[in-house]
């Protein structure tokens, strides 16, 4: 299976789908990031080869080769991915899926309509295109009144509310220590056992210790979240 995460916006999530949702579920997929500027899921301790979005022919190449891959495209990269996609007659078909993340401020909003419209305008059928709800607090209906309007009035994307990752602190306090969830909960290391021994251990030991404590604990409703998302995303 080959995916694609992309949206004009940034700040919306991408790396973190690649990362923390996509690769592990995906037999610990390459992940291409098309990226020049922001953070990419090598900060996680996830493998990436990094590529610019002008090198289009570079990465058709690569993507055939795999039987999966992960394509993790910049919102400073967007627009010549977009454009080389065009340009590559029907490239489109070798790409699964394309996953658009989307958060619920109005401007991030209304950037994502714009990236939807766009794939939609390429000839990318409807059951292809599929949205994340991410970092939600508590409704997707109440908080994403735009892009479930357009859904309900264009219906060329997939919009499954079910497809929503709550808000929660893990992932950035796993982006301050370069670890994804899957790494983390594969953690096999007692935290609980060395706070209450004996043995003398400095502060900032013992801080690590109770932090990866409270991380190990909050990761594993995280990863209850991220299964349910994989698998209403792709049925």
């Not at 309509?113 to 939609?120: E, F, Q, R, T, V």
Request: with cysteine.
């Amino acid at each position: 299976m080959k995916v694609a995460v992309l949206n004009y916006t940034g700040t919306v999530g991408k790396t973190t789908i690649a990362a923390h949702l996509l690769s592990p579920r995906m037999n610990n997929s390459p992940i291409f990031a098309i990226e020049s500027i922001n953070e990419t899921a090598e900060g996680l301790g996830v493998d990436v080869e990094k590529m610019k979005g002008n090198k289009f022919r570079d990465l058709f190449k690569k993507i055939m080769l795999e039987d999966n891959a992960i394509i993790d495209i910049g919102a400073s990269n967007i627009e010549d991915f977009m454009n080389n996609m065009i340009k590559f007659d029907n490239s489109h078909e070798e790409i699964d899926f394309f996953v658009v993340p989307v958060t619920g401020g109005t401007k991030e909003q209304k950037e994502s309509i714009s990236m939807l419209d766009s794939l939609a305008a390429i000839g990318i059928p409807p059951n292809k295109i599929r949205v994340i709800f991410n970092r939600v607090d508590s409704d997707v209906i109440e908080e994403f009144p735009f892009i479930m309007g357009f859904y309900k009035k264009e219906k060329s994307f997939i919009a499954d509310p079910k497809c929503a990752i709550w808000e929660n602190e893990l992932f950035d306090a796993l982006s301050v220590k370069g670890l994804t969830v899957d790494a983390l909960m594969k953690d096999q290391t007692d935290y609980k056992s060395l706070l209450k021994s004996k043995t003398e251990a400095s502060e900032k030991d013992r801080n690590h210790w109770a932090d990866m404590f409270g991380l190990k604990a909050l990761s594993k409703s995280v990863k209850r979240n991220l299964d349910d998302v994989y698998l209403e995303l792709f049925k």
